[in-house]
């Protein structure tokens, strides 16, 4: 089979080749009554490739029918031959044939140095992926692109997506390779490539995303390709979240290997030259000289001109002006005398003694040397030596190094305050993006007090100052405190600046890579940093100034400057001593038994008694704080809701609360919560239409103390895949209470997957729990978030981290609100104010509220009540029910549903019938009873009277009238009605005879009484 396709190859080959000589025979029949065309008016191509691998060799007319006679096709060489670097293939001869002096060739490559303009092929590209919120400006990104910048190319510095594409084919498999910059994590830059069919080809992460490069330093990226169709992509996007503007990626150099041959030499650009024949680069013209496209040598400049490295002409030089100096501080003399000293700037580019020029400044007058820094000596030769171990010193002219008393232990570090000459673990550097080369010059000068920023080159050169620390090595005194700190550094520093200036404090941990902890921009008033080290390891500290990220030409801004005053880095091996701290002694026994120190260190959690200077062990529920463990005050007591660990080292929650509240214990138990829980807020846009998202991981309690929320830049994991031990998850990975990072969405730009990036910590210690609204300084703000509807109240959590920022100088602090909601799950939800919709309405301090039915207290016997039913059958159901609204969880249950015999008619019922029966019985009885005796006794009366009128018709009775005269004997007869007590007496009273009573009877003559 594979034999009949060479031959159906073969056929192919043949008749191609038949219809090439028909055509080339019709143009010689058309073009018979022309001339002969001379070599200077035809060119030579190949033909493509067949399938064997062959080609031919075709003239082809530089104007067509203008002459005839070309030569014949002919065979030519192979598709895989190419010539070696310096060489290109003459196609006449079809021999290899070396480049001309001024030229250069890269053999069977392409190579892209000059960016004068953006070259023919590639294309410059701004992507929209995604529409931002309605209203936005979808023009926005129109104007985004990749800039030429002379020596380099210069991305973006906005937050649009902006493509530089280039295709190129290849006869073979060959590669491609690019030198570039990139000094800013907020801006994204990928490389990758796709075919024919626009299919990207399979690559590595870490081939695919570029590691982040030093400020100021070139890496060398290089990527294999195949053969066929390559399409090469250097893709950035800036993420403009909490920033005015990123930092560019630079590109220069960029060769591709693989094309098969190259039929001509590339001339070198304006301002560089190539010497001999057969170069495969040009090299840049020396200062003060110039040259021309194509140049073999480069021409000096004419009397008072100049030129800078590479330049393609040379400039008048101006007069000299003030922005032509800069002042030094020379070192100290055998005197101990040191004075101000003016130089011009290096290259000189201005003239003197012409009109309008200044004079260089005369020198100061001879002033004492400032006093050697603390850990050092004076000698007689006023030189500074460090002072030998064991030993400390103030750094004064007058005192020498002293040995720490008994019980002490010098406190090593460093600790620089007076600059005449830079410490020899310190050195100066400045670096051009340009590659003008200022490394021959310092940039950065002492100035006795201080030491500040040079005059470098140009104005956007790196000035760099670069600290060198060994390791940390925690002292004996401090061993006893097992928190995360090893040490710290903190420096004093302000920038005067008049244009965008900006200063960087970056650290390289291991010489693996450097990261930027903290950077300043524009003028900063005189302030304090310090940065807290959480790994023992050797550290590179660099601070790197630039005037202006803008490359000119003119120096505008040498006046702007950083001072730094002071630095001081603590726990440093083989460091100072500028004092001595107290240490743990050896008892007598051990004192004898061993030999050297005296001092011991105190066991985790143990701090050093300053009456037997022993250690002893913290009380309960405190633990060793600060930076000193000598004296029982060095044991701080824990906040509110929180306990020490058994170390001592820190305090933690266990996710547990108790508080009393009219008057009530409430106990709550939210280890539900404990886990970690994820808070995303967006989508949000910025002004370019970049969608990005917050990403906040909280761990309410942790693990005893230990921080389990942790957010990583996934971006830099790619890109620094190789160093998979402590440095890359030192640099790449953040582990807190609370953390944040921001994500751009996979939909968002394109990417395969969600990035992530600006990882930072919001809360490194827990200070508390309590219902109270302000703990150490740190105020929950209750209003920022809806009132609660319960009358269970709400609980803080308190979190501070200590790492301060440029606009944090206290560091940054967080607070979380535990609410109880029966309506929400165990696992809760949370939420941000919604005045402040990043969690932060200042920046310092980030607000959330978690609420959960896990937030609210323990049940007890009081949140529910008892519910008894009616007797039914001789039986009565009794039911627990919950009070509502229902403001607890777990903790007791609702007892049982019963049941118990009873009877129809309650006890107390029947009582209560008894007794109102027989009072009833009782009042009838006695109405029945004085009913019947008052009856009688209007009978008695009735007869008694009868019996009073027959006794008056007997006798004459009296006239009961009154004779004339005659007074009444009584003004008033009153008639004595009998009450019923009186009957009763009466009745009591009896006189013999069942039916013999007495009556009184009133008259007006006298008393008479009646029996019968």
Not at 650 to 677: I, V
Not at 745 to 750: K, T
Not at 781 to 797: A, C, L, N, T, Y
Request: aromatic content about 10%.
């Amino acid at each position: 089979m594979t034999r009949g396709w060479e031959h159906i190859s073969l056929f192919m080959y043949c008749v191609r080749c038949f219809f090439i000589f028909l055509l080339i025979q019709q143009s010689l029949t058309e073009t018979g009554d022309l001339r002969p065309c001379n070599e200077t008016e035809y060119y030579f191509e190949y033909t493509e490739c067949d399938s064997t691998g062959s080609r031919w060799r075709v003239a082809i007319p530089r104007s067509r029918g203008s002459c005839s006679h070309l030569p014949p096709p002919a065979r030519g060489m192979d598709c895989s031959f190419s010539c070696a670097a310096g060489e290109f293939l003459e196609m006449s001869s079809q021999q290899c044939t070396p480049c001309a002096a001024g030229s250069y060739s890269l053999g069977s490559g392409l190579r892209f140095d000059q960016w004068d303009a953006i070259p023919a092929g590639f294309t410059s590209l701004a992507s929209y992926m995604e529409p931002g919120p309605p209203g936005e400006d979808g023009q926005a990104c129109n104007n985004s692109s990749w800039t030429p910048q002379g020596v380099y190319l210069e991305s973006n510095r906005d937050d649009c997506t902006v493509s530089l594409i280039y295709a190129v084919h290849l006869e073979k498999q060959g590669s491609v390779s690019f030198t570039y910059q990139y000094p800013d994590n907020n801006i994204f830059f990928e490389f990758y490539v796709q075919n024919e069919q626009c299919q990207e080809m399979a690559q590595a992460d870490d081939q695919k995303w570029i590691k982040v490069t030093n400020n100021g330093h070139w890496e060398t990226h290089m990527v294999n390709l195949r053969s066929g169709t390559n399409i090469l992509y250097w893709r950035t996007t800036g993420i403009l979240v909490d920033r005015k503007m990123v930092k560019p990626v630079l590109l220069r150099n960029i060769q591709i290997e693989g094309v098969a041959y190259t039929s001509e030499c590339f001339p070198c650009r304006p301002g560089w030259f190539s010497p001999v024949m057969g170069s495969s680069s040009c090299q840049p013209c020396p200062r003060n000289t110039s040259s021309r496209k194509g140049a073999s040598i480069c021409d000096p400049c004419p009397p008072h001109h100049y030129s800078h490295e590479g330049w393609a002409e040379c400039k008048v030089k101006p007069p000299c002006s003030q922005e032509d100096y800069f002042q030094i501080h020379t070192a100290c003399d055998s005197e101990g005398k040191t004075q101000v000293m003016y130089r011009w700037l290096e290259p000189k580019i201005c003239v003197e003694g012409v009109a309008g020029a200044v004079e260089l400044p005369p020198s100061g007058t001879r002033e004492p040397c400032p006093p050697c820094n603390p850990g050092y000596y004076n000698t007689n030769d006023s030189t500074c030596f460090p002072c030998p171990p064991g030993t400390h010193s103030d750094g004064t002219l007058s005192l020498a190094c002293a040995a720490c008393p008994a019980g002490t232990e010098p406190v090593l570090g460093y600790e620089y305050k007076w600059w005449n000459v830079l410490p020899s673990n310190m050195k100066t550097s400045c670096f051009n993006v340009g590659n003008s080369k200022c490394d021959d010059m310092n940039g950065w000068e002492v100035a006795g007090d201080h030491v500040r920023s040079g005059a470098g080159g140009t104005d956007n050169d790196y000035l760099i100052l670069n600290l060198r620390v060994p390791g940390f090595k925690v002292p004996t005194s401090l061993a006893g405190m097992m928190g995360s700190e090893f040490g710290r550094i903190t420096f004093n520093f302000e920038t005067i600046c008049s244009s965008d200036c900006e200063l960087y404090f970056m650290m390289d941990v291991n010489r693996k890579s450097t990261t930027v902890v903290e950077s300043w921009e524009g003028s900063q008033k005189r302030q304090s940093y310090t940065h807290i080290m959480t790994r023992n390891s050797s550290v590179s500290f660099t601070w790197a100034f630039q005037r202006t990220n803008q490359a000119m030409d003119t120096r505008r801004y040498v006046g702007d400057m950083v001072k730094l005053y002071s630095i001081s880095v603590t726990n440093v091996v083989g460091g100072m001593a500028s004092s001595c701290r107290a240490c743990a002694l050896l008892s007598q026994a051990q004192a004898l038994q061993q030999t050297g120190s005296s001092c011991v260190p105190c066991p985790a959690g143990f701090y050093i008694d300053q009456g037997t200077n022993r250690c002893r062990e913290c009380p309960p529920g405190t633990h060793l704080a600060g930076r000193h463990t000598y004296g029982q005050e060095a044991c701080v007591a824990c906040g509110p809701a929180s306990r020490s660990d058994k170390e001592h080292s820190l305090c933690y929650s266990d996710c547990s609360f108790s508080m009393t509240a009219n008057n009530r214990s409430l106990t709550f138990d939210l280890s539900a919560l404990s886990a970690m829980a994820s808070l995303t807020i967006g989508p949000s846009f910025t002004s370019k239409g970049t969608k990005y998202l917050h990403l906040f991981n909280l761990s309410l309690c942790g693990h005893e103390g230990k921080r389990a929320a942790v957010c990583s830049d996934n971006v830099t994991d790619l890109s620094t895949k190789e160093d998979q031990g402590d440095q890359a998850q030192f640099v790449n990975s953040v582990n807190s209470f609370i953390c944040q990072s921001t994500i751009i969405p996979a939909d968002g730009r394109g990417f395969r997957t969600a990035l992530s990036s600006q990882s930072i910590s919001l809360a490194d210690t827990f200070l508390g729990a309590t219902v109270d609204s302000v703990l150490g300084g740190v105020n929950a703000e209750p209003q920022r978030f809806p009132k609660r509807s319960g009358d269970v109240p709400d609980i803080h959590f308190f979190y501070r981290s200590s790492q301060a920022t440029a606009s944090c100088d206290q560091g940054r602090s967080s607070v979380i609100t535990v609410r109880c909601n029966p309506g929400k799950p165990e696992q809760g939800e949370l939420s941000v104010p919604s005045s402040c919709p990043a969690g932060t309405c200042d920046g310092c301090t980030f607000h959330f509220l978690w609420e959960s039915v896990s937030a609210c207290p323990l049940c007890t016997q009081d949140d529910f009540h008892k519910i008894e039913g009616a007797c039914k059958r001789g039986l009565q159901v009794t039911l627990y029910v919950w009070n509502e609204p229902k403001l607890c969880s777990q903790g007791a249950t609702l007892p049982a549903r019963s049941s118990a015999p009873c009877e129809a008619i309650a006890l107390w019922l029947k009582v209560s019938l008894g007794g109102g029966a027989f009072v009833a019985v009782l009042l009838v009885s006695l109405t029945c009873y004085f009913w019947k005796k008052n009856k009688r006794l209007e009978y008695k009366y009735s007869r008694l009277v009868m019996s009073a009128n027959r006794e008056c018709e007997l006798p004459a009775a009296d006239s009961c009238a009154l004779a004339e005269g005659e007074e009444p004997e009584d003004d008033v007869v009153y008639a004595q009605k009998t009450t019923l007590l009186g009957k009763l007496m009466a009745i009591a009273n009896k006189q013999e005879g069942e039916n013999s009573e007495s009556v009184q009877l009133k008259s007006s003559q006298s008393e008479r009484w009646v029996w019968s």
